[in-house]
């Protein structure tokens, strides 16, 4: 089993700045990909960015020049630098990851999910 706790969440006004972040811990032969996603009300949940274990990165159109994704790869943790906030960015940020746990069974996680919320 394989835990991701998040946290870094809160209000922060328009064009503001903010930083998530996301440990994995458990049961973890390898993590292949550290991710972001958001569900805002009414919305389905969206990729937001990610980072893959060779340090490639993807980031939604919506957000690219503005958030940055780093890795920690030494504790199993995952970043999100915000700036530049919008109203629009206001959701509820998942962390994900994806790999193998020490059982070497595929493992496809989610943390519980933290409140990003930008007044206008």
């Known amino acids: 089993q394989v835990d991701l706790v998040e946290s870094g969440g809160g209000l922060v006004q328009s064009g503001g700045s903010l930083t998530l972040s996301c440990e994995a811990s458990?049961?973890?032969?390898?993590?292949?990909?550290l991710g972001w996603y958001r569900q805002a009300p009414g919305k389905e949940r969206e990729l937001v960015a990610r980072?893959?274990?060779?340090?490639?990165?993807d980031y939604a159109d919506s957000v690219k020049g503005r958030f940055t994704i780093s890795r920690e790869y030494a504790r199993n943790m995952v970043y999100l630098q915000m700036n530049s906030l919008k109203p629009e960015d206001t959701a509820v940020y998942y962390c994900?990851?994806?790999?193998?746990?020490?059982?070497?069974?595929?493992?496809?996680?989610w943390g519980q999910g933290t409140q990003v919320t930008v007044s206008a």
């Open positions: 980072v893959t274990s060779g340090q490639s990165t």
């Open positions: 458990g049961s973890i032969f390898s993590v292949n990909a």
């Open positions: 994900n990851a994806v790999g193998y746990s020490s059982n070497l069974r595929p493992y496809d996680s």
